[in-house]
């Protein structure tokens, strides 16, 4: 009998201290911990080097180091890190040797596409990620501190020059242009080697650099007719989802007889700094723009996607 009133009394404390301990908050058996933070580093038999680094926010960077020295990367980007970015409308800072040969980039789907920017020095405009097919990814862009581009779910990469380096874009404006469409696979030369900047552009070339910007299949309709400067707008404000943005053209005295489409693309491109006019007061939205023209529209155009 005292063994019995031992052991109910017993278990009687003992629901007694758990009462007490959730009331008071002490008790939580739902309670989460932060992830472990800092650097490990271990090395395989083979002398292959792991380094393993868990961020703050729960961003987990895992360098790996293979004895022939190739350096791949992989990046599990925290659904804290790409929310904190996306509200300062800014992109992922991604921590990653400067040497690395592939960078393996993973993002939280329920967040969606999300910006990320891989150092990388000395780049230039013709520099850009490369799928691990070889492919140049069209949005990437030159950002603050290296190169920047959308993930939405996981993308392997590399960060290469692929500027084709044309014979005859002897201004900085001309090389500029020509570099950054080539390095992305929109635009191509004339010939292997020159890409003709002064040349005008033309109605199948615009409907090509468009499917391969948005990934479309448009009909291309070779022909001499050149494409103006109203149809490159409209092009690319559709490419970049016709997003509404209102922009004052009031100074703008040749819009008269602009359509709707034409109008809100020009406030877009405005609003933007795509397009700045032919002069203070027009716009020339039936006149013709060179190959390099275009192409410095395309590159400001890109940069404004991935804001």
Do not use: H
């Not at 299949?217 to 149809?231: I, K, Y």
């Amino acid at each position: 009998m005292r063994r019995i009133l031992a052991f109910v009394l017993s278990v009687a404390m003992v629901l007694a201290f758990t009462a007490v301990g959730f009331a008071s908050g002490t008790y939580d058996r739902f309670e989460t911990t932060t992830p472990t933070t800092g650097t490990t580093t271990t090395t395989l038999s083979d002398g292959t080097v792991v380094e393993t680094t868990t961020e703050a926010d729960g961003t987990v960077t895992t360098v790996t180091t293979k004895p022939d020295k190739t350096v791949e990367v992989s990046v599990e980007v925290s659904k804290a890190a790409a929310e904190a970015a996306a509200k300062e409308g800014k992109p992922v800072q991604l921590d990653v040797p400067a040497n690395a040969d592939s960078i393996k980039v993973s993002v939280p789907s329920s967040v969606g596409t999300t910006l990320v920017e891989v150092p990388a020095k000395n780049a230039t405009v013709g520099t850009v990620a490369v799928d691990e097919n070889g492919k140049p990814v069209v949005t990437s862009d030159l950002g603050d501190n290296g190169v920047v581009f959308p993930v939405t779910g996981d993308a392997k990469v590399s960060i290469e020059d692929k500027a084709v380096g044309f014979t005859d874009t002897n201004t900085a404006f001309a090389k500029r242009a020509a570099d950054w469409a080539s390095a992305r696979g929109l635009m191509v030369g004339t010939t292997d080697t020159t890409f003709t900047p002064k040349g005008t552009m033309n109605t199948g070339s615009l409907t090509r650099v468009i499917n391969r910007l948005t990934g479309s299949n448009l009909p291309v309709v070779d022909t001499n007719t050149a494409a103006t400067r109203a149809a490159m707008i409209v092009e690319l404000y559709k490419a970049a989802g016709s997003p509404v943005v209102t922009a004052d053209l009031s100074k703008f005295t040749d819009l008269e007889g602009a359509t709707a489409e034409e109008l809100a693309a020009y406030q877009w491109a405005v609003a933007n700094g795509i397009i700045y006019g032919t002069t203070e007061t027009t716009m020339s939205p039936d006149g013709a723009a060179t190959r390099e023209q275009f192409a410095t529209m395309l590159m400001r155009a890109v940069k404004c996607f991935n804001k």
